[in-house]
């Protein structure tokens, strides 16, 4: 009897669950697709494009607002469940409300490790496609700057032409092993640096110990022990512009942890993504606890309109606060490590006093 009514309460659960995601990709992808629109206006493409853009960005959106999902769909879940006279049946059996909470919050953790092994990367793969085809259009940096296995790559348009720029690694302040590739209007290559390294701190880049292939003048070769390049690419904009790790997935993170601090990517920044997607099954198991103190222990209607609200409001609060304790983490206010857990410590203090009362009811 009791694997008869654990699955009832969670498939009833899982359908709106997956009801209000599916509301969520709604939204974001009209929300989005407007955006896409805007982008393309000026370049002949159909709406097809930004429809297939839309759909491959707006769902690692999805894995960002997953808490505040769970925690309304956890919400209506509980609430129908009164309103239904299905959770008293459920009483009947022996099942208290806390166990029916942890039944659907450890239901959420799991499904928290699903998202983290099976959905994450689909997401980064996803996301992967959208830079990938957005830089085709791109006319500003936003879309310009990507990292992968090859290393650190960079395009950069001006008036002239544009600029393929290709480094092994980012190491502090200095790109390695640096190819530069200058292309006039017409795609035609007119020129070629290769350079040992590079102080990207400011505009001109300090470029040292390379080779100048210039195509326009019999192919002359000039070598060089110091060359100042101009662009504007400096390291502030290139940190933040591939700080974007979406791209990569959790799974990819762990297994090629090394391999990403080598190309550019900080220990720091890897640790970060690192605790946030371990941290995410945790924050969606106390996120049902936290629905069911506001939804189990109402009583009246008119109680469940003024809690569904104030619940609202609260999952904003905590959503902001996590956001709040990682800037505070990667400003070196506080561990960063700590930041990320904090919310989640929390959250659980909050849980563990609201939990007696609806035990209690």
Not at 18 to 24: G, S
Not at 56 to 82: C, D, G, H, N, R
Not at 105 to 117: D, E, P
């Amino acid at each position: 009897m009791n694997n008869i009514i654990n699955r009832y309460l969670l498939v009833g659960y899982s359908k709106i669950v997956i009801n209000t995601i599916l509301i969520f990709l709604a939204l974001g992808i009209i929300l989005n697709l407007f955006e896409e629109i805007e982008f393309f206006k000026n370049l002949n493409q159909s709406v097809t494009l930004p429809f297939i853009l839309s759909l491959s960005f707006v769902p690692t959106l999805i894995l960002e607002l997953l808490p505040f999902i769970i925690f309304l769909a956890s919400m209506f879940y509980f609430l129908q469940l009164k309103s239904n006279k299905d959770l008293l049946s459920v009483k009947i059996f022996g099942y208290s409300n806390l166990k029916i909470t942890f039944i659907i919050a450890y239901f959420a953790f799991l499904f928290g490790c699903l998202v983290l092994v099976a959905i994450n990367p689909v997401t980064s793969s996803l996301v992967k496609y959208y830079e990938t085809e957005k830089s085709k259009y791109a006319k500003d940096v936003d879309h310009l700057i990507s990292v992968n296995k090859n290393g650190v790559w960079i395009k950069e348009i001006d008036e002239n032409g544009h600029k393929i720029i290709n480094a092994k690694k980012l190491e502090g302040k200095l790109l390695k092993e640096i190819s530069i590739y200058i292309f006039d209007k017409n795609n035609k290559i007119i020129k070629r640096i290769e350079s040992e390294s590079a102080i990207i701190v400011n505009s001109p880049w300090k470029m040292k110990n390379g080779i100048i292939y210039d195509f326009t003048n019999n192919n002359e070769l000039k070598s060089f022990e110091n060359y100042d390049f101009k662009t504007d690419k400096i390291l502030d904009k290139i940190n933040s512009l591939y700080r974007n790790l979406n791209t990569v997935s959790f799974i990819d993170v762990i297994k090629d942890y090394e391999k990403l601090n080598i190309i550019g990517y900080s220990e720091k920044l890897l640790n970060e993504h690192i605790h946030k997607f371990i941290s995410l099954p945790f924050f969606l198991f106390l996120m049902v606890v936290s629905a069911s103190i506001f939804s189990i222990g109402t009583v009246s209607n008119k109680q469940n309109y003024y809690y569904v609200i104030l619940s609202i409001l609260v999952s904003v609060i905590i959503f902001y606060f996590k956001d709040l304790s990682i800037a505070l983490g990667q400003t070196g206010k506080i561990s960063l490590t700590f930041s990320i857990w904090m919310p989640v410590l929390v959250l659980s203090l909050l849980c563990s006093i609201g939990i007696i009362q609806i035990n209690e009811k």
